[in-house]
């Protein structure tokens, strides 16, 4: 199925839907289902767009979906299938998959997930493949998390800067307050 990205091609010109009618003299409930997701650009409606702006490359807000996008917004989808169109910025593609969890962001051997779980990637450089240790949100409030973590032989200080970037943001995408964690020396 086609679409077409009329809301921002719209905003990009700075005009109203009443506008674009005026100019377009497409009816305002098409221009609104279309601009909305709810139905298809069919090729005459194309056309007319085309002949009104003859000199816009519309191919940069056309974008194929198998489903209309606003109807499932109930359902869970697959994170290509969520892309409305080429540049969409409503969500990043992650950087690799661990441990079944989406990856935002990664600062040295420390990730953040998209709902913010902190992965810890507990190999050192050694030979020896200790996988990942992952700190659910639950544990931010948790004042002697890195007292817990510095127990472990792979938790070092390259990891703990790492830890502490992103310790601070996996909070703010979890919505829990950051609590100060100070790293003993024993």
């Known amino acids: 199925m086609k679409f077409i990205n009329l809301k921002r091609f719209r905003q990009d010109r700075c005009l109203s839907q009443k506008e674009l009618v005026a100019i377009t003299g497409l009816p305002q409930s098409t221009v609104s289902y279309i601009e909305n997701g709810y139905q298809e650009v069919r090729e005459n409606q194309l056309a007319v767009l085309k002949q009104a702006f003859p000199d816009t490359d519309f191919a940069q807000y056309i974008y194929e979906s ?22 969409d910025w409503s969500r990043p593609n992650p950087l690799e998959r661990i441990e079944g ?37 639950d544990l931010f409030s948790d004042s002697d998390l890195i007292y817990h973590l510095t127990e472990k032989a792979w938790f070092n200080d390259e990891l703990y800067e790492d830890f502490k970037r992103c310790y601070l943001i996996a909070c703010h995408l979890a919505g829990k307050r950051p609590v100060k964690q100070i790293k003993m020396d024993y």
């Not at 198998?66 to 540049?87: M, Q, V, W």
């Not at 600062?107 to 709902?115: L, N, P, Q």
């Not at 992965?119 to 996988?131: A, E, I, S």
């Open 66 to 87: 198998t489903s209309y996008p606003y109807l499932s917004n109930g359902r869970l989808h697959e994170i290509e299938t969520d892309r409305k169109f080429a540049g």
């Open 101 to 137: 969890m989406d990856i935002l962001m990664t600062m040295g051997r420390a990730s953040v997930s998209f709902d913010g779980n902190i992965v810890l990637d507990r190999n050192d450089g050694t030979f020896l493949n200790l996988g990942y240790y992952v700190i659910e949100t």
